[in-house]
């Protein structure tokens, strides 16, 4: 196993933070947010947004797009949206007098994916997008199509609580690294988006990785750095602990676990602290993940998958407060 060297962790920090500060130039507060996005982009996942519409969801996609030179697309999700409407679908068509069938890509043939209100649309439609967040690939009347990577999905969602929404299942949830929830902004923060917004004078934001196709060599390049960090088995073993301390039934499981969680994480949840972790070890120039490192990401990867009982929705139980639990209770030797 190769380990990272001191001048391409360098150039890492040095072109996440300029990612950071190009985007950061559209998108006002949220800075956390921004890191988080960009550290599930570096570490191979996608990201889980929740929030309130108009909060600039889309606009940072958009940004982070152009800010690494890579092609995206949105995609609308709605309660009529048909699974070949992401996909794509086969067509056919006609060429010297022979008819044949083509294949006719969707949205989703791109490097970073919108996934708009993902909660809109009805649960079959909402499956479409699960093998290419998984596999890089999809199928189409039997045959595969690979995805060019880098490949990154963005889905957004309503708070389940507003009206004409289906719950994402738990198997789709469970591939997203991330889950990210947008606050609305101070009114110090509403007061900068309106002097940003109503002049014309606009912020543009501005590629940072050259052409498409070497933008795509970079990116891939450095998620693969961050696979190269070290993980003493001590803190393997933690990030195991808190799994099994967030697992209802686990001989590990926190009393509370085992009265308000109804499915706790998979083994995605340690992979997506693992590679979070791995990702603020570079960012602090580091060759190995420290406690830190996985307490830092720990809520953002497990919120999603501590999913809650009746008795936890009765009594306004969070998934946040649970996974503060763990962390509070589960010991670190």
Request: one cysteine or more; aromatic letters at 6%.
């Amino acid at each position: 196993m190769t380990h990272p060297d001191e001048d391409r962790i360098q150039r890492f920090c040095q072109l996440f933070s300029a990612l950071e500060e190009e985007v950061g130039r559209v998108i006002v507060g949220n800075r956390e947010i921004v890191r988080k996005v960009l550290t599930a982009f570096f570490a191979g996942g996608h990201v889980l947004l929740e929030s309130a519409p108009g909060l600039g969801k889309t606009l940072l996609m958009k940004s982070l797009s152009r800010a690494v030179s890579l092609g995206a697309k949105r995609i609308q999700f709605t309660p009529d949206l048909m699974p070949s409407d992401i996909v794509g679908t086969e067509v056919l068509s006609e060429s010297r007098g022979e008819r044949s069938f083509t294949f006719k890509p969707g949205p989703v043939f791109t490097h970073i994916v919108l996934a708009d209100e993902v909660n809109r649309a009805t649960p079959k439609t909402q499956s479409a997008i699960l093998e290419a967040m998984e596999e890089h690939q999809v199928s189409v009347f039997g045959q595969t199509h690979r995805l060019t990577p880098p490949f990154f999905v963005m889905a957004t969602q309503n708070p389940i609580e507003i009206e004409g929404t289906y719950p994402l299942p738990e198997a789709q949830l469970d591939r997203f690294l991330f889950k990210l929830i947008i606050h609305s902004p101070s009114s110090a923060e509403l007061t900068e988006i309106l002097n940003r917004t109503t002049t014309d004078t606009q912020e543009e934001v501005r590629p940072l990785l050259g052409s498409e196709e070497q933008a795509a060599t970079a990116v891939e390049q450095l998620k693969g750095l961050v696979r190269e960090v070290l993980l003493a088995p001590p803190l393997n073993h933690y990030i195991a602990r808190l799994i099994a301390a967030a697992t209802p039934g686990n001989a590990e499981a926190l009393p509370e676990v085992n009265q308000y969680v109804r499915f706790g994480p998979s083994p995605r949840g340690a992979q997506a602290m693992t590679l979070g972790a791995k990702v603020n070890a570079l960012l602090d120039k580091r060759v190995n993940v420290s406690y830190d490192d996985i307490v830092d990401v720990a809520l953002p990867a497990l919120r999603h998958r501590c999913l809650l009982n009746f008795q936890a929705e009765a009594e306004g139980v969070q998934a946040d407060a649970l996974v503060e639990a763990l962390l509070q209770k589960v010991d670190r030797a």
